[in-house]
């Protein structure tokens, strides 16, 4: 999968999830009552807050955003109380009712940019009395809370919000008391829970985490633990036992308390280095709770120092990679300085430093991570753009390496940062609740950033399962995937394309169907095409293949992100079929802090994998993925059409098998399932019976009209132009032109590639001169070729046995000639040279033309494209403008039916961006416009709240800048009408009574939203 690559889609992305939104079916009625539940009283819900102070390198936790109102120690803040930024940006106190015990920062928000912030909340408590209180408090990473002005808690500590870790004992006053509680966005949940509990009140009903604490003396060879930091009397009853554990594993020593009293270690015999310190005791429940501290005996920073100092250079093995990836943490993640580190960062250095240690003793052959209660970083490195990557694998209390494990598979969400590896959540964690509560081992894939789980994310899931399974010894029958939010699609997209892996699945908060965000009049619109294409990015695309696994689906009722009615629909949708699905709505949570896994995970474990299903079921928009269990599609007929496959075992070695769009079949029954030893036979589609042998535990079917060419595509090489970045590939920049401006945009036009990936996976692709290329890297990878055989060498080398000709007025290909002046032609074909990878010439009929390269038409085999401009709302989509775009047929021949050539008349009336000689642009068939006009339309304009864009003039053109800054020019229409250059997006403006522009629309393909103006020019 292609990283998001058209030119506009920062801006424009926001509008299309408003619009989706806004053209949504109209919700039914809900009349659906919830179980009453016993509630717990004293939390505070009514909240004034104040949302969205930035956190630039880190530094808002300890930066006071108050201080023009008496600062955080003395603020006194009222609705609609405003401070103002040094950057000219506003935050308002606004009033906020949380609809449940959980503060939930996302909602406070909506849809406004949540990604690194700081958010306040203050609250007052009205006693009749002085006194001491418990303040009971849960929360995410890093918070502070101050009561009437005093710090009395503050942690930069990673917590699960969901339940309350902390209780502070705390003396309030007669009359009213101030809460201020600080927090900073951390990660996948972002909120807290925060009551007030009387001291005579507390018992066991209030459910606590086990939250013990070391405390730092000074004292030389003694280690002192607080097994507890809770007040109440009935837990301290409970006995604790505390255990130090030494890289490797290896128990040093273990004493026993009751929770909430202190131990002390005498430290003098142990041996130097990081320590686990592992808390545990009962929970409320009955359940095993389980804590961790860590401690470090001896020079941490002399040991960080060590890390920092002998990373390698030029990393080759994986060991190599995984020491520099432990630098890269302690620079990138943790800013520490290595000339420069001090005590301030100890806190930080545990974890890599235990990770460090144990690699170290990994590398030498000795028992390291890979243990009881272990940590396991397993390292590959991706063989499409040689770049390392990394799973968290972690190991269970009682891990034995000869005992068969159920592997959890967990998927993260989407980061709107894109960080790099080392700055995503909790890649520094060490523990978690699933692996210390359930006998299972659970990986973390990072599913290369943020790619939805498709492609090269798709990918790595695969081989991080495949790593899991040779490192430990992984029960192949109990393997479970699930995942939230952006894992959540996820979960769908893996799980219903690889479901013979999978026990069972479970999306939580993912997921996403079209019927959802269209009515059915807009559904009715749609052309063939574009169905089809829906239907692809639909969740339930796939999901025939789910005939044998069992799903949970988990959502939360007011999610604010992923609308809850899509789970609904996919739930209802599988119902109907009569598939395993288990759904559970929580009432009042939104997108985070649902704790899910105490139901999820033994549900898990009551499921094996059927591992030999009688009957399966295939359905799939491309061959890569038209396979489950035993059967996998080798060719189709149209590559606008799903494939569709059933196939079952009958009595007496028969398969019943039933199919659309299958031209090519292989079957594998297992030895269970069929005879091998005798003939089988094949009834397929009811009328075409065939008697036939298992070879080598596979049948292989053609169907009756079809016969395949010397070149077919096939499972592994079908396109389309995205495919080509899934395979190894590598950039090759033409040098070789004539021209001195086509030497230039080559260059330039590959480096925006290169750097558009680095971007967004963090590392370079490999990259070539055509002058530097040798015979064996020519053959060994796909090749981005910039610059046609004129500007190429590679090009050249290669051009004769790719259909594809280019002169200064026709384009060639596959013997179809398309006139085009100044043009643009992308075309992906079997690399000649090695059948398991694509060439991708990106060539041009002049310099002009070369200018005119965009990835944003990777869906097809073959682009020709030049200046004109779309804009569906005046009747002018892409498809009517493009010279030529398409797919070969399965012969990798172009044929009339997957061909779209645009309209000549169209073509000459719409706007047309033209390249001048310096390669500046000029944009003809455009009204003229007034520049105070433009004048008058400028202004910030509120896309939703929290979220605008402004509009401004700039050399005389009407400009757009997107919320994260880029700015794209607005092309006139008409006074009122604008499009925006390089997307298919339209904006309206009107005027109000006094004829001022006050408000907008708008418009693109998937539906339209209201904007309103919030400043002046």
């Not at 090695?834 to 390269?853: C, D, H, K, W």
Request: with cysteine.
């Amino acid at each position: 999968m292609n990283p998001i690559n058209s030119r506009f889609v920062r801006f424009a992305l926001l509008l299309i999830l408003s619009a989706n939104v806004l053209s949504a079916q109209p919700p039914q009625k809900d009349d659906t009552r919830f179980p009453w539940g016993t509630a717990t009283g004293g939390f505070i819900r009514e909240w004034l807050v104040a949302a969205g102070f930035p956190n630039q390198d880190g530094k808002g936790f300890d930066t006071d955003y108050l201080y023009d109102h008496d600062g955080e120690t003395r603020i006194s803040p009222q609705a609609g109380m405003v401070h103002t930024l040094s950057t000219g940006a506003a935050v308002s106190w606004k009033k906020y009712h949380s609809p449940y015990n959980y503060v939930n920062m996302f909602d406070v928000l909506k849809n406004g940019d949540f990604n690194n912030k700081v958010t306040y909340a203050y609250a007052r408590v009205n006693r009749e009395h002085d006194g001491n209180i418990i303040m009971s408090f849960g929360h995410n990473v890093s918070n502070k809370l101050w009561v009437n002005g005093k710090l009395v808690y503050e942690s930069t500590t990673d917590n699960q919000a969901v339940q309350e870790d902390n209780h502070l004992d705390v003396a309030l006053v007669k009359g009213d008391n101030s809460i201020l509680i600080k927090s900073v966005h951390g990660g996948w949940t972002w909120g807290f829970a925060f009551r007030i509990i009387e001291p005579e009140k507390f018992s066991l009903i209030n459910a606590f985490k086990l939250t013990p604490r070391i405390e730092h003396t000074g004292a030389a060879d003694r280690l002192i633990v607080v097994t507890d930091r809770t007040r109440n009397p009935d837990l301290q009853r409970i006995g604790v036992s505390v255990k130090a554990v030494v890289a490797g594993g290896r128990l040093i020593a273990e004493k026993r308390a009751r929770r909430g009293e202190t131990i002390a270690f005498d430290t003098k015999r142990w041996p130097q280095g990081v320590y686990d310190i592992r808390v545990q005791s009962t929970g409320t429940r009955g359940e095993i709770a389980t804590a961790y501290m860590y401690w470090y005996k001896g020079d941490p920073i002399k040991k960080a120092r060590e890390l920092l100092s002998s990373a390698p250079k030029h990393p080759s093995t994986l060991h190599d990679y995984h020491h520099v990836m432990l630098s890269d943490m302690l620079i990138h993640r943790f800013k520490i300085d290595p000339d420069k580190i001090d005590s301030s960062a100890v806190r930080n250095l545990y974890s890599p430093l235990m990770e460090y240690e144990e690699a170290l003793l990994d590398k030498a052959g000795k028992t390291g991570s890979a243990r009881a209660n272990g940590f396991v970083r397993l390292t590959y490195v991706d063989d499409v753009d040689n770049t390392p990557q990394f799973c968290r694998a972690y190991l269970p209390l009682q891990y034995n390496p000869k005992q068969k494990w159920p592997l959890v598979v967990n998927l993260h969400g989407y980061n709107g940062a894109n960080p790099m590896y080392v700055k995503w959540w909790s890649i520094d964690q060490r523990h978690t609740r699933v692996v210390d509560t359930y006998p299972v081992i659970a990986i973390e894939p990072h599913g290369r950033g943020n790619t939805s789980y498709m492609g090269i994310g798709d990918k790595d899931i695969l081989r991080c399962i495949a790593l899991a399974k040779q490192r430990f010894n992984i029960d192949e029958d109990r393997i479970y995937l699930k995942g939230e939010s952006m894992g959540g699609g996820g979960v769908w997209n893996v799980g219903t394309r690889h479901p013979e892996l999978f026990a069972a699945i479970a999306p939580v908060y993912g997921g996403w169907d079209y019927h959802v965000g269209m009515n059915e009049k807009e559904i009715a619109q749609l052309s063939e095409r574009a169905l089809f294409e829906n239907e692809t990015r639909n969740s339930l695309a796939h999901a025939d293949a789910l005939l044998t696994t069992p799903v949970f689906a988990i959502h939360g009722d007011i999610d604010k992100s992923v609308d809850v009615n899509n789970s609904r629909y996919l739930v209802k949708t599988l119902q109907r079929w009569g598939y395993d699905i288990r759904y559970h709505e929580y009432p009042g949570f939104g997108h985070e802090g649902i704790e899910y896994n105490d139901e999820l995970i033994p549900w898990f474990l009551e499921h094996k994998r059927n591992a030999d299903p009688k009957t399966v079921r295939v359905r799939s928009a491309d061959l890569h993925t038209a396979s489950a269990h035993w059967v996998k599609v080798t060719q189709r007929g149209n590559p606008y059409a799903f494939i569709t496959a059933e196939a079952e075992v009958l009595i007496d070695n028969t398969i019943r098998l039933s199919t659309e769009n299958v031209l090519g079949i292989e079957l594998a029954p297992s030895k269970k399932l069929l005879d091998h030893r005798k003939p089988v036979t094949v009834i397929w589609n009811e009328t075409d019976r065939r008697r036939v042998n298992v070879q080598n535990g596979r049948i292989r079917l053609l169907a009756g009209d079809y016969r395949p060419s010397a070149l077919n595509k096939t499972t592994a090489m079908e396109g389309p132009i995205a495919d080509v970045t899934a395979t190894p590939f590598a950039v090759v920049i033409g040098t070789s032109s004539q021209d001195s401006t086509m030497v230039r945009l080559c260059a330039q036009k590959a480096k925006a590639f290169a750097d558009e990936w680095k971007v967004w996976q963090k590392y370079e692709p490999r990259v070539f001169k055509d002058t530097d290329m040798t015979d064996a890297d020519v053959e060994k990878y796909s090749l981005i070729l910039f610059g046609g055989a004129d500007a190429n060498k590679v090009t050249k080398a290669l051009i004769d046995k790719i259909p594809l000709k280019i002169s200064s007025q026709v384009v060639e290909i596959a013997g179809r000639k398309f006139p085009a002046t100044d043009a643009c032609v992308q075309m992906v074909y079997p690399h000649p040279l090695n059948r398991e990878r694509y060439v991708l010439v990106i060539g041009a009929t002049s310099v002009a033309g070369m200018y005119f390269y965009t990835k944003a038409n990777d869906a097809y085999d073959f682009v020709i494209q030049d200046g004109c401009l779309p804009n569906t709302r005046l009747g002018r989509p892409m498809e009517k403008l493009i010279v030529a775009r398409g797919v070969f047929d399965n012969a990798w021949r172009l044929g009339d039916a997957l061909l779209v050539t645009g309209s000549p008349e169209l073509r000459a009336s719409s706007p047309f961006k033209k390249v001048l000689p310096d390669l500046s642009t000029t944009v003809e068939n455009l009204p003229k416009i007034d520049t105070a006009v433009y004048r008058a339309v400028a202004g910030s304009y509120e896309i939703r709240p929290g979220v605008s864009a402004t509009i401004f003039v700039g050399d005389g053109r009407l400009m757009v800048k997107a919320p994260d800054g880029t700015a794209l020019q607005l092309l006139p229409v008409s006074e009122t009408e604008y499009f925006v250059d390089g997307a298919d997006v339209q904006l309206s403006f009107t005027k109000n009574e006094h004829g001022v522009f006050d408000k907008g629309t708008v418009y693109q393909p998937g539906g339209e939203l209201p904007i309103k103006r919030i400043t002046g020019k």
